[in-house]
């Protein structure tokens, strides 16, 4: 029996509620060429597992780790074959019959390490519609070690693995490395800075949104902060984030109405303060940074 060309990679929690149309999408590729399926659950009790094994997904668990988004994934994908890796979030839902064929076709350019497709924000709230149109626009580009540096914001995003490829052999050299969050950009400057190259391809779209709690979003952006910190990549923050406020209030308000401005204006204050608290964990006793953030920490 041949290998599969493509191993599918999905960290589970809890996730019934959002599983079927992706597990759906990934039948269907299954069906239409060689494709692995495996997902790395974090102890489920909803009724993922009984999905998981319905739809012939190849479960593992944690290994007696905590959730880490490195080394969930690192650890699932020591378990696969795949010439090429394709991770993905247990709430993104790809669009259409050929998305799998579009994020691949790079990959198999030896220069090219990695590829991410478009998220659509379907059922995000404005604030989160409106960063992921920014960072998933419509026209595809090509991200080179010229990118490591400009200043990294909102629409510079290098590498998404909530829905994106890698070469595994790019991956067995430069695993994610095992930060706290933002994982993702960390490997993308890894491989960028070894001269590889990572598309963004506009036609492989998923409908991918989060509708946050003004907590949720502190503490997210706490570990964001955190991580970009350690990587260098929160120069120019206040000047950007501010530019990016004043478009997003100018989108929101124009098309949700004022309120929906008003309430934006809180977010993103919310949003930045954990950014700015992340960006100072190093100051922080342990056990602060845990209540503030998260992702586990030691």
Not at 205 to 227: E, Q
Not at 247 to 269: C, K, M, N, Q
Request: proline share 6%.
């Amino acid at each position: 029996m041949s290998e599969p060309a493509v191993s599918a990679l999905i960290p589970t929690l809890n996730g019934a509620a959002t599983l079927g149309p992706l597990l759906e999408a990934l039948q269907h590729q299954r069906e239409t060429g060689l494709l692995d399926i495996l997902a790395i659950d974090s102890g489920s009790t909803d009724g993922t597992l009984s999905m998981l094994e319905a739809a012939r997904v190849r479960v593992i668990d944690l290994g007696g780790r905590p959730f880490g988004h490195a080394s969930a994934r690192n650890r699932a994908a020591s378990f696969t074959r795949g010439e090429f890796l394709l991770f993905m979030t247990q709430d993104v839902e790809p669009i259409g019959d050929h998305w799998l064929d579009s994020l691949i076709a790079p990959l198999r350019d030896s220069r090219v390490a990695g590829t991410f497709g478009r998220q659509l924000p379907r059922g995000a709230s404005p604030e989160e519609a409106f960063l992921v149109r920014t960072n998933y626009p419509p026209q595809d580009r090509v991200v080179t070690r010229d990118a490591l540096g400009r200043p990294f914001g909102p629409g510079a995003t290098f590498f998404s693995n909530a829905f994106g490829a890698l070469r595994r052999d790019v991956w067995q050299r430069f695993p994610f490395p095992e930060i706290v969050m933002s994982e993702d950009q960390a490997w993308a400057r890894e491989v960028l800075a070894a001269g590889y190259q990572i598309h963004y391809v506009a036609e492989a779209a998923a409908y991918h949104g989060h509708r946050l709690s003004l907590g949720r979003a502190f503490r997210r952006n706490f570990d964001s902060g955190s991580a970009l910190q350690t990587l260098g990549l929160t120069g120019g923050a206040w000047s950007l984030g501010f530019q990016h406020l004043l478009r997003e209030l100018t989108w929101i308000s124009g098309t949700f109405g004022s309120p929906a401005a008003a309430h934006a204006l809180l977010y993103e204050t919310v949003r930045m303060a954990g950014f700015q608290a992340g960006r100072m964990e190093r100051l922080m006793p342990r056990g602060l940074a845990r209540r503030l953030g998260e992702a586990p920490r030691p």
